[in-house]
């Protein structure tokens, strides 16, 4: 147990918010988020950020899949190595803040005119449109596979979840239920930009259940944002076909492509 001094110490502190400088670069880059740019030929054409689930904790020594084909549009393909538990809590949107301003100035993208797609799935397709609400640069376009919508519906559907809430959202002020609104795209409707969302979410998903996430989303979407919904019939969580992992990468270049630089 602390004692009187300690306790004395913490409790005038627990509250205080610690900003730290910024320290991402490009020459560090490639440690806190993977980049294809070295496959990019000429001035890149936009920004893909594509947000990873829940426990993804590696970082890439090779080009992951569709790294190049991306390249070959001229979209910089980009994972940024966020906490594994992160839920795009507000140290992760700050990462994702900074990483995209280190590619504007490398590139000289005007960040008042450069086109972001904002993708992922599960956790990532959450973090997906969380970004959205929050990003300093908002992205333009936003495509999504299995994304938990409700966290805090989602903080009961399974055993696992608890703890990683806890750790993404236990510094927050106010209650548990509060912290959780605040990244959860349900709640955060009247707050996100009015750009194209596309929703892909397997039907046979037991790991985030498509009725009470994609669908109560998008119908609470519909009221005011131009926002499609495509079930994937017998498909378990972020298994979308072959076939539809192309349309999904087409509905992300075209977002991009489409409204130039």
């Known amino acids: 147990m602390l004692d009187t001094p300690e306790r004395a110490w913490y409790n005038t502190h627990r509250k205080a918010v610690f900003i730290l400088e910024k320290i991402i670069s490009y020459e560090n880059l490639r440690n806190f988020a993977y980049c294809n740019d070295a496959l990019i030929k000429g001035t890149p054409k936009g920004i893909m950020l594509k947000f990873t689930g829940l426990g993804w904790a590696g970082m890439c020594d090779t080009d992951p899949n569709y790294a190049l084909e991306f390249a070959e549009q001229g979209i910089l393909f980009v994972i940024p190595y966020c906490n594994p ?34 993708t992922g799935m599960s956790m990532g397709g959450l973090s997906a449109l969380v970004y959205c609400a929050y990003a300093k640069i908002p992205p333009c376009v936003c495509v999504t596979n299995c994304p938990v919508c409700d966290l ?13 809430l806890y750790s993404a959202f236990g510094e927050y002020e106010g209650t548990m239920e509060q912290a959780l609104m605040s ?14 969302y596309t929703i892909y979410h397997c039907e046979e998903d037991k790991a985030v259940n498509i009725d009470k996430h994609s669908r109560t989303f998008v119908e609470k979407m519909q009221a005011g944002h131009s926002i499609v919904l495509k079930p994937i019939p017998q498909r378990g969580h972020c298994d979308l076909p072959e076939e539809t992992m192309g349309e999904f990468n087409r509905t992300i270049a075209e977002g991009i492509l489409s409204l130039g630089v």
Not at 86 to 114: H, S
Not at 183 to 196: G, W
């Open 85 to 118: 538990w992160a839920w795009m809590n507000r140290q992760a949107v700050r990462l994702v803040d900074e990483i995209v301003a280190v590619l504007c100035e490398k590139y000289q993208l005007d960040p008042k005119t450069v086109k972001i797609a904002s």
């Open 152 to 164: 805090v519906y989602h903080f009961t559907e399974r055993p696992d979840l608890p703890r990683t």
């Open 183 to 196: 990244a959860s795209p349900i709640h955060l409707v009247d707050r996100l930009p009015d750009i194209p």
